[in-house]
């Protein structure tokens, strides 16, 4: 690609933050305890949505707001018992990335809620964090990213780089006519369900973005 990335636009959980797949096993239990019998499939097609989208797709509730303050409550619960790292390697990535003149921000169906807690504790140095709720619509909508295009002021999508580990997170890429799409293979879904996705890439995580893009990547 001639066109040089400026924008790095990454989701969080299993895609910058390793968090043990905690959010997938609250969001089952919560809609498990209140009458749905989701099985594996249902659960892994709504990885990277809007924590309310996926609620009410679920349980086909409407309103699913005591849900979302229960989730949130569980899954801070959880996070509490087992603090969230970052993925490997990820630190060193960003810091190669903004050395470089990369913006990044990150990308997240969840909301501040969980977000700045998570984020306090795994102590990324990013240039800006953008939640569902804070642009009406989760992935696969592009709306995130376009949100951290323009906080980065970033005009052109050919010069956006957006990854995470899910087809929505593939699929949101695609949307925002990003000019590389990578997904990566740190959270839950498969490189054959990734694939299928059609992204630019597929990558072992976001540590291998510097390498894709020719940066260096120093050490700390």
Known sequence: MSTAVR???????????????????????????????????DIRRWMGADKREALRALTGRAEVEDLHTEFVDRLRAAYAEVPPRPCAGVPEALAALRARGVAVVLTTGFDRQ???????????????????????????????????????????????????DTVLDVEAGLAAGAGLVVGVLTGAQTRRELEAARPTHVLDGVADLPELLGLAVGTR
Do not use: F, K, Q, W
């Open 114 to 164: 969980v977000t700045d807690p998570l984020l306090e504790v795994v102590g990324l140095e990013v240039d800006g964090v953008v939640c569902a709720e804070e642009v009406g619509a989760g992935r696969p909508s592009p709306a995130m990213i376009r949100r951290a295009m323009g906080l980065t002021g970033v005009d052109d999508p050919a010069e956006v780089l957006a990854a995470g």
């Open 7 to 41: 924008l790095a636009a990454l989701d969080i959980a299993g895609t910058t933050v390793d968090e043990g797949g905690a959010v997938y096993r609250v969001l089952a239990e919560v809609v498990t305890d209140h009458g749905a019998t989701p099985e594996d499939e």
